[in-house]
């Protein structure tokens, strides 16, 4: 193999391009970027960059140098358009890009709500660029309305709290996160908001945005915001791949190396839908250290080919910080049964487990790093409930 293509200069992009130079690989690399800019970090963009207290330009992971010293072609602003796997060529503005082997990390787009009506622009969050524009706005208006209690909707909440804006937060299931995270827990993160003075309404849906960010929902109600931002969720970036023959359901279809269905091509982060051997459940996450580790096995089965192969088993790792609380989960939960087996709801400090038949399948906690970590391990090793709880009780687990 002697030439390598990375497409989609974020996270997972440069994470598999620096894996490839590490496993030894010598041959050229060129990593494809749509945005103007190099790889950066996403999560900063909803917490440190919204509040001020990180500048954008921070948040950028590598230098041109650090490229450089790599041997990594970054070619920035310059989108793929096209795969032909027949002739192993990634089409883009420039020309065609030929390759021995592909790596695809495009990520994903966030969404904006089919909703009627002439309106003020709607903010969303997904590039650093939406950051800015967000941050722009935000100091200069009174009320915002967030639609979306997920992971970034709930974010931006919080920092918008942080920065005195009043808040409302729009939320289509019963509580924030339960799709995530389960309808207890969900109380819970709900309850979080409203202790720091959030306006939160769940079970219901935007009907129109009038001019000036006045939002009517279904039931006739009005929420008097002036600034709409959209938190509901994001789109797997697989557009350019539509003539390719490969399979797109809701993300780039992998097998469980990570294989998108040709020999020389893998794919890894927000873009890939793989079967999870760990849960045995296909699965596409929005997550940064799946991104990571992604790239890291997408780069060495490329490298090691069909029989050296590994599968990748996830464990569905997200952390998020909302108030000043650091929420984080592991797992899965679609589950049997959820317990509290330590901390306090309360005070939005404590571990929960969620239970799948006699299988510990995840965890969520507030305010509790270390267990957490703990008991990402138990879930990745497949711990039982009975052992998990049993470790729980020895005090080997809580802090
Ligand atoms: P991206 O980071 O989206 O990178 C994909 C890149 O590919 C983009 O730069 C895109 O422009 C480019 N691209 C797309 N199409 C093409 C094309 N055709 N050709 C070339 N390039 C293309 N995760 C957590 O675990 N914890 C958090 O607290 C957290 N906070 C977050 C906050 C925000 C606001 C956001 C947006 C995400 C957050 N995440 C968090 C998720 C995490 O950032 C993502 O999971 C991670 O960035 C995914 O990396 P990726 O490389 O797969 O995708």
Redesign the pocket.
């Known amino acids: 193999m002697k030439r390598i293509v990375v497409?989609?200069?974020?996270?997972?992009?440069l994470r598999a391009a620096e894996a490839l130079r590490r496993a030894g690989f010598d041959g050229a690399i060129t990593l494809?970027?749509?945005?103007q800019i190099g790889p950066y970090d996403?999560?900063a963009?909803?917490k440190q960059v919204l509040t001020g207290e990180k500048d954008p330009a921070d948040t950028v992971y590598r230098s041109d140098a650090h490229f450089a010293d790599l041997r990594v072609d970054l070619r920035l602003g310059?989108?793929?358009?096209a795969l032909d796997l027949t002739s192993r060529k990634v089409g883009t503005s420039d020309g065609d890009l030929p390759f021995d082997g592909l790596i695809m990390?495009?990520?994903?787009t966030?969404r904006l709500p089919a909703v009627e009506g002439k309106s003020s622009p709607i903010h969303r969050?997904?590039?650093l660029e939406d950051a800015q524009a967000l941050r722009n706005a935000l100091p200069e208006h009174r009320h915002v309305v967030i639609i979306g209690a997920g992971?970034?909707g709930s974010?931006i909440a919080s920092s918008a709290r942080m920065l005195g804006l009043e808040v409302t937060v729009l939320e289509a299931a019963a509580a924030p996160l339960a799709r995530v995270a389960g309808r207890q827990m969900g109380e819970i993160c709900a309850a979080l908001h409203r202790e720091h003075g959030t306006r939160l309404i769940c079970g219901t849906r935007v009907a129109s945005i009038e001019g000036g960010g006045r939002v009517r929902l279904a039931d006739g109600r009005i929420v008097e915001g002036d600034l709409v931002v959209a938190g509901i969720g994001a789109v797997p970036?697989t557009g350019?791949l539509a003539d390719s023959g490969l399979t797109v359901a809701d993300g780039l279809v992998c097998d469980p190396f990570l294989n998108a269905g040709h020999p020389a091509v893998y794919a890894?982060?927000?873009?890939v839908r793989w079967p999870n051997p760990l849960f045995g459940t296909s699965m596409r996450t929005?997550?940064?250290?799946?991104?990571v580790e992604q790239a890291r096995r997408a780069a060495a089965n490329l490298l090691a080919g069909p029989r050296g192969r590994k599968p990748y088993a996830g464990v569905n790792y997200?952390?998020?910080?909302q108030y000043g609380v650091r929420i984080q989960s592991a797992g899965i939960a679609a589950a049997d049964e959820v317990r509290i087996v330590g901390g306090s709801p309360a005070e939005f400090r404590f571990l929960a487990y969620y239970r799948k038949g006699d299988r510990l399948v995840g965890a969520f906690a507030m305010d509790q790093p270390v267990p957490l970590i703990r008991s990402k391990l138990l879930i990745e090793a497949r711990t039982s409930w009975d052992e998990a709880l049993s470790r729980v009780k020895a005090g080997e687990i809580l802090a």
């Open positions: 497409v989609g200069a974020g996270l997972a992009g494809l970027g749509a945005e996403r999560p963009l909803s310059q989108p793929a358009t990390a495009t990520g994903a966030a969050l997904r590039t992971f970034i974010e970036e350019w890894a982060g927000d873009v929005e997550q940064w250290t799946n991104a997200f952390w998020s910080d």
